[in-house]
C-alpha cells in the first residue's frame, strides 16, 4: 500500500476567465505542479468541463459577461458532485468586505487580488492541490478499510452460517443414521445400550444385559471374532472396527461396530464406549457389485476372444496390411453399432428393423441403388443381434465390392418374416441381388461365409446362399421362437433412386469457398478450421455464440456452412432457418446419433458425427460446394429465362 500512496496522483485544475491572454498567463504560472490544466472562456464551457471531469482546484473570474464567478459558484455548489471543490476567485477590482463574505457563502476558499503575484498564487493553488490528492488517499484508505471489513464480515457471517449447517447435518445424520450407542464394562461384564438397539438388531433386547447373554445373539461363526474384538478394545488407544453377523426377525443381520477404551480416572475402571449400525443393506450391495463385476469380467473376455476371433479369421484370407486393416475395422466397427442398439435397451434384445436400418444406412450414402426392406418388428436376443449384425455387415459389403451395389441399377431388397409351424415358430430371412456383375461362386470360403455359417448354427438354423448368374440370394431359415418377440407392426421401407444423397467420389473437383463454421468447442473448431484452410478454403469464423452466429448467417458473405446443433444451452435450429431461406447448403456436425430435437423438415440435412474424419470432412464439403453450383446455374437458368 505505500508505494501506491506515495505516487503522485495526477489531478485538474479548471481555470475560468472570458479573456485568453490571462488564461494563458495563468497556465504559465501553475506550470510545474503535476497538473493538467483545463480552460474555459465561459460559464458553459466551465460546467461542461466539470460534468467531464474531477476537479481540483478552480480558479474563477469573479467579473464574466454571460455569469459572473458568484453565481457560477452558487451553481458548482449545488452539484453533490463539486460541493466540496476549492474555488479561488480572481478580481480586478477591489471588491467590498460584502463581497467577500459573498463569495465565500457562495463557495470560495480564498480571493487573489490583479495584479497577480505569480509566487502567492502556486503556492495557494498547490495547497489545494495536496489537499485534494490526500483528500483521494484517504478516500480510497477508507473504501479499502471499508471493503476488508465488509469481507471480514461477511466471512465470519459464511463461517458462522457453515457451522450451524455442519451441526445441522451431524444432528440429521445422526437421526437418518440409526445409530445404537453402548457401553461396556469390562469389570462387571454388562452392557448399557441406547433405547433405539432393539431396531438396529431387529430383536427385542433390553437396554440392559450381560455380555453373555449378549453373545447369544451373535452368529455362530462369528463369535470368537467378537470376543477377540472386545478384548482387544478393552487395551487399545484407538478406535477398533469390526463387521459380524447377528440373527434377528428378518434372518441374519450385519452389525459395523465401533468402540474405544475409555479411563474413567478412578483406579483400574475402563469403559468401552462405541456404536452399533446396521450394514446389510450395504452388505447385499457389495455382494451384488461383486456379481456384477464378475459379469462383466465375463462379457469383456468374451468381447476380447471375439476380436481375437475376428482378427485371426480376417488376416487369415486378406491380400495385403491395408486390405486387412479396412475388414478388421468394418467388422469391429459393426459390433460396435449392435452394442449401441443393445445398450440402449439396456441389453434386453434388438429389434431387427433398427439392425438392418443400421447396417445398410452407411451405404446408402455412397450408391445410387434401390434398397428395399421389408420385414415384421421382431427382437432379437442380445447374443443372436451381435452376430446378425457381422451377418449383415458382410452381406452389405460383399455387395458393394463386387455384387449390385457396386454398380448403377442395382438393387437390393431385405425381408424377413414369421412362420408358424405345428413344431413352432420359425423365422426366415432373405437377402437378394439383382441388376449387378454376373454373380460366380468363390473358389474359396472366406470370413464372410464363416460368420454366415457360424450365425446359422448359433441359432438353430440353416443358411442357403445361391451365386446365381443374375445375382447373390441369401435365405436363413431358424428355429427361433425361444431367440425372438414381435415388438410392432409390419415395416416397410423403400429408398428410391431420386432420394439417395451424392456421392462425392462421382463429383467434379470445386474450387476454394467461403464456409460459415459454427463451433462451440474451441478446440474442436480449431482442429476443423486448420483442416478446411488446408484444404484451400476460407473459414468465416468460428462463431461460438448463437446470437453472433445469427448476425453471421444473416449478414455474412460465404458459400456453404458446417453449424454445431448444441451451442452450450442454445439450439442451432435458427440458424438453419435462416441459411434456408437464403438457399445456402449446409450440414450439422454433431455428437449424438439422432437428431429428434430439430424440427422435422432439418432431420434430412446433413449431418457430420463426431469425431470427425478428415476425409469425411472433405466429402462433405465437396457435397455441399457442388449443391451451391447447381444452385447458382439454376438460379441463372432462371434469369435467362
Not at 480558479?59 to 459572473?68: A, E, F, G, K
Not at 465437396?622 to 434469369?639: E, F, S, V
Request: aromatic share 6%.
Amino acid at each position: 500500500m505505500a508505494p501506491e500512496l506515495a505516487a503522485i496522483e495526477p489531478v485538474n485544475i479548471l481555470l475560468v476567465d472570458d479573456q485568453p491572454g490571462k488564461l494563458l498567463t495563468y497556465e504559465v504560472i501553475l506550470d510545474g505542479l503535476d497538473a493538467t490544466l483545463i480552460k474555459a472562456t465561459t460559464a458553459e464551457e466551465a460546467l461542461t468541463a466539470l460534468l467531464k471531469n474531477d476537479i481540483a482546484v478552480i480558479l474563477m473570474d469573479v467579473c464574466m459577461p454571460d455569469l459572473d464567478g458568484f453565481e457560477l459558484a452558487a451553481m458548482i455548489r449545488d452539484h453533490p458532485r463539486h460541493e466540496k471543490t476549492a474555488v479561488i476567485f480572481i478580481s480586478a477590482v477591489r471588491l467590498e468586505t460584502d463581497d467577500l463574505l459573498k463569495g465565500y457563502r457562495t463557495g470560495a476558499v480564498d480571493y487573489v487580488s490583479v495584479p497577480v503575484v505569480p509566487e502567492i498564487l502556486k503556492a495557494k493553488v498547490q495547497i489545494f492541490v495536496e489537499l485534494f490528492r490526500k483528500s483521494r488517499q484517504l478516500d480510497a484508505l477508507n473504501a479499502e478499510l471499508e471493503e476488508r471489513v465488509k469481507q471480514r464480515t461477511e466471512q465470519l457471517q459464511a463461517s458462522h452460517a457453515a457451522l450451524q449447517e455442519s451441526e445441522e447435518r451431524l444432528r440429521l445424520a445422526s437421526e437418518a443414521a440409526k445409530l445404537a450407542t453402548f457401553e461396556y464394562d469390562p469389570k462387571t461384564q454388562m452392557l448399557q445400550w441406547s433405547a433405539n438397539i432393539s431396531d438396529v438388531l431387529h430383536r427385542n433386547v433390553p437396554e440392559r444385559q450381560t455380555f453373555d447373554d449378549f453373545m447369544e445373539l451373535i452368529h455362530d461363526d462369528d463369535r470368537e471374532t467378537v470376543r477377540n474384538y472386545v478384548r482387544t478394545t478393552n487395551y487399545s488407544d484407538t478406535t477398533a472396527e469390526l463387521e459380524f453377523r447377528v440373527t434377528s426377525a428378518r434372518g441374519i443381520s450385519w452389525i459395523l461396530a465401533r468402540g474405544r477404551a475409555l479411563n474413567t480416572g478412578e483406579e483400574d475402571t475402563l469403559r468401552v464406549l462405541g456404536t452399533f449400525l446396521d450394514i446389510t443393506e450395504r452388505k447385499s450391495a457389495e455382494s451384488h457389485q461383486q456379481l456384477l463385476m464378475a459379469e462383466l469380467d465375463h462379457r469383456v473376455k468374451n468381447i476380447l476372444a471375439n476380436v481375437a476371433a475376428i482378427a485371426r479369421l480376417s488376416s487369415s484370407n486378406a491380400v495385403s496390411v491395408p486390405s486387412f486393416a479396412s475388414a478388421l475395422d468394418g467388422r469391429i466397427h459393426a459390433m460396435s453399432s449392435a452394442h449401441d442398439l443393445l445398450r440402449q435397451s439396456s441389453w434386453t434384445g434388438v429389434d431387427l428393423h433398427e439392425l438392418v436400418q443400421g447396417a445398410l444406412a452407411p451405404f446408402r450414402s455412397r450408391s445410387n441403388n434401390d434398397i428395399v426392406v421389408d420385414g415384421d418388428r421382431i427382437r432379437l436376443t442380445s447374443k443372436f443381434g451381435q452376430s446378425m449384425a457381422l451377418v449383415l455387415h458382410e452381406l452389405v459389403t460383399n455387395a458393394v465390392k463386387h455384387g449390385a451395389l457396386s454398380v448403377p441399377g442395382g438393387k437390393v431388397s431385405v425381408g424377413w418374416s414369421r412362420i408358424s409351424m405345428p413344431e413352432g415358430e420359425k423365422i426366415a430371412f432373405s437377402w437378394e441381388e439383382r441388376g449387378g456383375p454376373v454373380c460366380m461362386k468363390p473358389a474359396r470360403n472366406g470370413f464372410g461365409l464363416a460368420v454366415i455359417r457360424s450365425a446359422a448354427s448359433e441359432c438353430g438354423g440353416v443358411a442357403e446362399m445361391t451365386f446365381a448368374p443374375d445375382g447373390f440370394q441369401f435365405n436363413f431359415h431358424g428355429e427361433l421362437s425361444s431367440r425372438t418377440q414381435m415388438v410392432g407392426t409390419r415395416h416397410i421401407a423403400i429408398v428410391p433412386k431420386s432420394r439417395a444423397p451424392l456421392l462425392a467420389a462421382n463429383m467434379p473437383e470445386t474450387s476454394s469457398c467461403r464456409i460459415l463454421l459454427v463451433e462451440d468447442e474451441a478446440l474442436i473448431a480449431m482442429q476443423l478450421k486448420l483442416d478446411l484452410e488446408a484444404e484451400g478454403h476460407t473459414v468465416v469464423g468460428p462463431y461460438a455464440q448463437l446470437s453472433e452466429a445469427l448476425r453471421a448467417a444473416a449478414d455474412s458473405n460465404f458459400d456453404i456452412a458446417l453449424i454445431d446443433i448444441n451451442l452450450g444451452a442454445d439450439n442451432s435450429a435458427p440458424i438453419a432457418e435462416i441459411l434456408d431461406r437464403k438457399n445456402i447448403p449446409f450440414a450439422f456436425t454433431t455428437g449424438y446419433n439422432d437428431l429428434v430435437f430439430l424440427p422435422p423438415r432439418l432431420r434430412e440435412y446433413p449431418h457430420l458425427t463426431k469425431p470427425y474424419n478428415p476425409a469425411d470432412v472433405k466429402d462433405l464439403v465437396k457435397m455441399l460446394a457442388y449443391r451451391t453450383g447447381q444452385h447458382d446455374a439454376a438460379d441463372a437458368a432462371d434469369q435467362v429465362a
